[in-house]
């Protein structure tokens, strides 16, 4: 399918996280025996357990080696040693040959994730090509912020940004000629912090080359970007997806648990002095969560009138963040992810596990380790914080009908997209539903969702208490998700009904 990315579900796989299979408890590991297999043929055996969900995209965090040098804990795979190979521990070429074709036989897209700030101390350019990094006034490789496991790459070297687009081309050929004799491999990339390059004219040159290369495909380029103003310089260069840092900050900056662990709007400290969050916060103090979400949305629907691309990638997880069903609980992060599925220009992205309630960020660093993401506890009298982790396991919902019910939820919104073209490409206006409540209050953000002559009106409750929607006649008609009870939507709650 030469158009697919507009209809893209993606699921982020950490292969350091899926390979470790390890005994739930002490009797298991007497009884255990050697994996037979690495977590490239796992994965590859287990696609149809992928399908199920109805996820249609794989995106594989770095899956080359992992540098040794200056490495942090157990080597993050964003310190890359050699960007044109396997990382042994996750398995051969050969393997991740046969997983992209199972995975496109299965109607999968996969892209992979890759760094083109930086690589590893120790990456095969380090001594082959040295003028191919931003050095020091000493003549050291020079990094950013505190990835001392990591050397920054010169853009302003033609050498290697002719090298890097080989790179990118290398892995979207890698499988050799198709039936038609066209280049066949990957489908596209994220791009880990893409603004970050120092000189991101590069961007200008690599785009339109790497697509001339690969005419008759579509291709995601998915841009690790934070701020509207960075996406929207690197939209104008070519790139034509980047995360919506605006939408997750909406639900870091507001959400917290109280004690006995249920969501709750707990605002972050600061916000008021935060420039970069204010036109947010404005709206939050006007118009409540719901005014938050709306800003968040429109700052891209205002700059961007025609639907489509540029496309940004909406979650409530990723890999550099605690878990939302931690930060955020449980019944805000169904509400989230509800609100993601039916926003226009959105490209749902879930992390591993969020489909059955983890609440542990996969391996970065280290296979146990705080991350300096921290979620706010309402108590009585003052809020308190507590520490995320990542770990080389899984907690997820402890109850297994809990994590049965979270699986359904995400099967039903990867169903209600896919299913109803107007989530994909139709326009986007918000409506008014009539909240019962002073404005600054609000929760509900509705909208409608057209295509040609269908519409389909939608309402998402993000906060803790039920809304009356004086304007319930709006969401008259065939029941596609939820449903209000006279006239009322419940907490945390969303409905969606196609115009009659």
Known sequence: MKHWIASSVIYQINLRGLAARE????????????????????????????KKLGANVLYFMPPYPIGHAFRKGIGSPYSIRDFKAIEPEYGTLDEMKDLVRRAHKAGFKVIFDITPNHTSRDNVWIDAHPEFYVKKENGEVFYDCDWSDTAKLDYTQPALRREMTAIYDYWLSFLGPDADGQP???????????????????????MPDLRACHAGRELLFLAECYGIANNVDLFDRGINAAYDDDFYKVCANFYGITEDGKSTIVPAAGLSGNHDFKDRYDAFLHGGIAGAFERALLNYEEKYKKHGAPFVARYSDNHDEGRGFYLFGPEATKAINMLVFMAPRTLPFILTGEEFGAVNRPPIHDRMNPIGKRRRIQCADHVREQESVEFEGNSFARDPEERAAIYRLFQDLIRLRTRNKEFVRGGFALIDAGEDCQPSQRSVVAFE???????????????????????????????????????VLPAFSAVAVRAS
Do not use: Q
């Open 23 to 50: 005994p739930r408890n002490a009797i298991e590991a007497a009884k255990e025996k050697s994996l037979a297999e690495s977590p490239l043929a796992y994965v590859a055996k287990n696609l149809a357990v992928i």
């Open 184 to 206: 066949d491999g990957i489908d596209g990339f994220r791009l880990d912090m893409a603004h970050f390059i120092n000189d991101k004219s590069y961007w200008d040159e690599a």
């Open 449 to 487: 969702r057209k295509l040609g002559k269908s519409s389909i009106a939608c309402a998402v409750n993000l906060g803790p208490h039920p809304r009356r929607l004086r304007h319930a006649d709006r969401f008259a008609g065939t029941p596609l998700f939820g449903a209000l009870h006279s006239g």
